[in-house]
């Protein structure tokens, strides 16, 4: 059980990444440490908001981590859209709550939505809340999922899971692509005063 979020842009350098963000956000601090600490500059109290920068999956591929609540946010996702089709890349955000099941799928191609799919738990019931654009997935997600606005059947489906995480994120060949004894870690910790809504 745990909480996974990623958001991953192909073909695109980690500077012109830092750059946008910083274009987009009001970032004030940067910082390189060789591990995750999301933690490291957060402040709830003030708004200040860890986001992470890292290329250390692959060669083809920069990963942002975000903080897991904000992925709802709008301007994360025109963000994304601007990126992708700037850049005219592929973009991918997955999200994944195992504890309450909460799921969120998505893949821009120059800044269009290939697909989206989205589960909540609603009154105690799984429902699937987005579903669009399946038949571009290549069948990476079960078969027989339900509708929007139904909750699933446990007796006939399975819920969005970490398998469908895993194949998300596979479908894109977001292979692990480094020489794990030569490549030196580095992760991008950026500081970011969130806006007061």
């Not at 995750?36 to 990963?63: A, F, G, M, P, R």
């Not at 989205?118 to 509708?147: C, H, M, R, W, Y």
Request: hydrophobic share 35%; aromatic share 14%; glycine share 4%.
């Amino acid at each position: 059980m745990g909480t996974f979020s990623n958001i991953s842009i192909q073909h695109l350098s980690i500077c012109s990444v830092i750059d946008e963000i910083k274009h987009f956000y009001k970032i004030t601090y940067q910082l390189s440490l060789p591990i995750i600490q999301e933690w490291y500059l957060t402040d709830h109290n003030k708004k200040i908001h860890t986001i992470v920068v890292s290329c250390n999956h692959s060669i083809y591929w920069v990963d942002i981590n975000f903080p897991y609540h904000d992925l709802t946010d709008p301007l994360i996702f025109d963000f994304l859209i601007y990126l992708s089709k700037k850049y005219k890349t592929t973009v991918l955000l997955g999200k994944l709550k195992t504890t309450t099941a909460e799921a969120q799928f998505i893949k821009l191609e120059n800044g269009v939505i290939q697909y989206h799919i989205a589960q909540n738990l609603i009154e105690e019931q799984i429902v699937i809340t987005q579903k669009s654009g399946l038949e571009n997935s290549d069948n990476i997600f079960k078969s027989g999922l339900p509708e929007i606005g139904q909750a699933f059947d446990s007796d006939i489906q399975e819920f969005l899971d970490l398998d469908d995480w895993n194949n998300f994120f596979g479908s894109c060949n977001r292979e692990y692509t480094f020489d794990s004894s030569i490549h030196i870690e580095e992760y991008f910790h950026l500081r970011w005063h969130k806006e007061q809504s």
